[in-house]
């Protein structure tokens, strides 16, 4: 039998609910409303099981607030019927080829708020690592929509945009009074669901500075939980002091946050050792394992034992124990077995204190630090000329981060497989990262980058350029830095790089109001409805909406056949199997169950007659019971 899919976003209150009812069954009860029976929240019964912990009233307890909070949270729950729309024209293949459609990676646009909610089902938990570089309040910058609609010509402020449904977007500055407000309702929904896409060995890091760093700590100790904060990196982004004040401000902030600090702790990689690092392995006794670098083999005695105190005769006959106040950190036995593997260096008269020898062969990398200099990571400038390199002009995006900033932290987080997600991408600094690196170690990893078209201003050097909005910038950008990585890597370039994206445009729903809201419709508009599904939608559109629905990766694979005459897409090789067409005869269903897909999708009405769709059901039990059958 077929199902109708509920083609809208993940309803984050029903989930909530879902949770605590594994916790407190009993809390769970039915409440009618507007004359459907629901799941809700019995608090009274959730306040007596929770009776030793549970704070109410005016009771002064420790608590980060603002105006608008719930607001903000409920902002994060609210599902939401819009859909990802395909932009064949402005994608790219894996090997480059303009208006290609094969490749993993995804160029997003359209307010992440709303993408966030549409990858929820698809991505949840499926997502490595997350990297923005959101807003940081500066009172110039842009912020996001209001959440109130108003004509374009009665709006004439400096600063005001406008996105396609006529929803004013604002900047933020301190003399509107709401400063810091407006922008912890901004960043504190979206921080919510980005948290629940995160893999359970995921992080996510966030670049920052002074003005929002603390509220940002906050708010995320709130989302992430406190215990879960990783770390404050401080980023050394100018290469002198800002000249416009005698303490000149030069670094920059990246909050790390896992989603699991326990896993997580274990999980980040080693960082590739530099070359001023490199440069310290020698190999002075010509060790036929390589240069190596020799390290301390004593420790503080608080924890030793009787075993690590010891004398230990050098190669030229001087006997020693450990300095006053330490020990070995070696027990005897393990000391000379090194010894006999040549591992233990008493210095080239063979009379110093002994040293363990490290091979550089076998390093797997250092422990990062705190402190990231921008000798190390690159800084504004660079950012800025990452950008002139590719696109002509290095005033064509405000303070970039530099490639090397973003591949650091990439390095740290990320194993060669994993999904990345950029929700403020902006100039597409992360998608260049990511290319660069797979070029590099013949990585996989795959990035979703999400952007709000905000329009350029005409007197840029954005829009003299050609660039209407930001997302042109990033698309731009990406296409021109995939062909320079692989130009540059030459026939070092792994064979499958992909260098390519899939561009996705936010849009309403490709179905009717009257699929959401019959009570809406009225009955002499009901034969214009037979169809559900909006006159300008195509094949393609709808595919990706089901995709989204039934929480198929939208990078899978897509083949499309014809069978009977009739499209049908084949997406990741055989797990959905989807027809839009009308008049779809028996021949065809019958030929996509012998397929044996676990979905088959169709639309309402696709059926060529009334017997085809009598008998679709027994078709399918017949080839292919098991597939989930669904409708739209």
């Known amino acids: 039998m077929m199902d109708t899919l509920k083609m809208h976003s993940l309803d984050g209150v029903q989930r909530n609910i879902e949770l605590i009812g594994e916790l407190f069954p009993n809390a769970i009860t039915e409440v009618k409303r507007n004359g459907k029976v629901e799941h809700a929240i019995d608090f009274d019964v959730l306040r007596q099981e929770l009776s030793d912990s549970i704070v109410e009233g005016r009771e002064e307890r420790y608590q980060f607030t603002w105006p608008d909070k719930k607001k903000a949270m409920l902002a994060a729950n609210a599902p939401i019927t819009a859909t990802l729309r395909p932009v064949v024209a402005d994608s790219v293949g894996k090997d480059g080829t303009p208006g290609g459609f094969d490749s993993e990676n995804l160029y997003i646009e359209g307010d992440n708020l709303e993408v966030l909610k549409l990858l929820q089902e698809t991505y949840l938990g499926k997502v490595k690592m997350i990297y923005i570089d959101p807003p940081y309040n500066t009172g110039n910058d842009f912020v996001y929509e209001d959440d109130f609609a108003q004509r374009t010509e009665d709006y004439m402020g400096n600063s005001g ?60 100790d709130e989302i992430f939980g406190a215990g879960n904060f990783y770390a404050e990196i401080v ?32 999980a980040l990689n080693k960082e590739p050792l530099s070359a001023e690092r490199s440069s310290q392995y020698k190999n002075p006794d010509n060790d036929p ?22 004398e230990i005769t050098t190669p030229s006959g001087i006997k020693m124990l450990p300095p006053a106040g330490r020990c070995w950190a070696l027990s005897k036995s393990t000391f000379l077995s090194l010894v006999d593997d040549n591992r233990i260096w008493f210095g080239e008269e063979g009379n110093s204190r002994p040293r363990q020898k490290r091979f550089l062969s076998e390093t797997e990398g250092g422990n990062a630090w705190t402190w990231w200099s921008n000798s190390e990571v690159g800084h504004n400038q660079e950012g800025a000329k990452d950008i002139k390199e590719l696109l002509g002009t290095g005033d064509i995006f405000t303070n970039p981060k530099p490639v090397r900033l ?41 990035f979703i980058m999400v952007q709000l078209p905000e329009k350029t201003d005409e007197k840029s050097e954005a829009y003299k350029a050609g660039y209407k909005n930001i997302c042109e910038i990033g698309k731009e950008r990406t296409r021109r830095a995939g062909k320079k990585i692989k130009e540059d890597a030459g026939l070092t370039a792994p064979a499958d790089l992909d260098i390519g994206f899939r561009c996705l445009r936010l849009d309403e729903s490709n179905m009717k109001p009257v699929y959401y809201t019959p009570e809406e419709i009225s009955q002499q508009d009901m034969f214009s409805l037979v169809d559900n599904v909006k006159s300008d939608r195509t094949p393609e559109d709808l595919l990706f909406q089901v995709m989204l629905d039934l929480g198929v990766l939208l990078s899978s694979p897509i083949e499309v056949k014809e069978i009977a005459g009739k499209k049908v897409f084949n997406v990741a090789d055989g797990f959905l199997l989807a027809c839009f067409d009308h008049d779809v005869t028996e021949e065809t269903v019958k030929a996509i169950a012998q397929m044996k897909p676990y979905y088959a999708v169709f639309r309402d009405s696709s059926m060529a007659n009334d017997s085809v769709a009598t008998n679709f059901d027994q078709i399918f039990e017949t080839y292919s019971p098991e597939t989930v059958r669904k409708v739209l």
């Open 161 to 220: 945009q406008y996105d396609e449904e006529g929803n004013r977007m604002v900047t933020n500055t301190e003399s509107n009074g709401r400063f810091h407000t407006d922008w912890l309702n901004m960043i504190y929904p979206r921080l919510k669901l980005a948290k629940d896409l995160l893999a359970e060995d995921g992080a996510i890091f966030i670049s920052i500075d002074d003005n929002e760093v603390d509220n940002l700590r906050k708010a995320a």
């Open 235 to 266: 980023w050394q982004k100018r290469t002198s002091p800002d000249a416009r004040f005698n303490l000149g401000a030069a670094h920059d902030y990246i909050l790390v946050y896992a989603k699991n600090w326990d896993v997580l702790r274990y």
């Open 289 to 310: 394992r390589g240069v190596w670098a020799s390290v301390d083999i004593t420790g503080q005695t608080g924890h030793a034992t009787g075993s690590q105190f010891y």
């Open 406 to 446: 973003v591949k650091r932290i990439l390095s740290l987080a990320t194993k060669k497989e994993d999904i990345v997600l950029d929700f403020f991408s902006g100039s597409a600094t992360t998608a260049h990262a990511v290319m660069k690196l797979n070029a590099e170690d013949g990585g996989h990893r795959k």
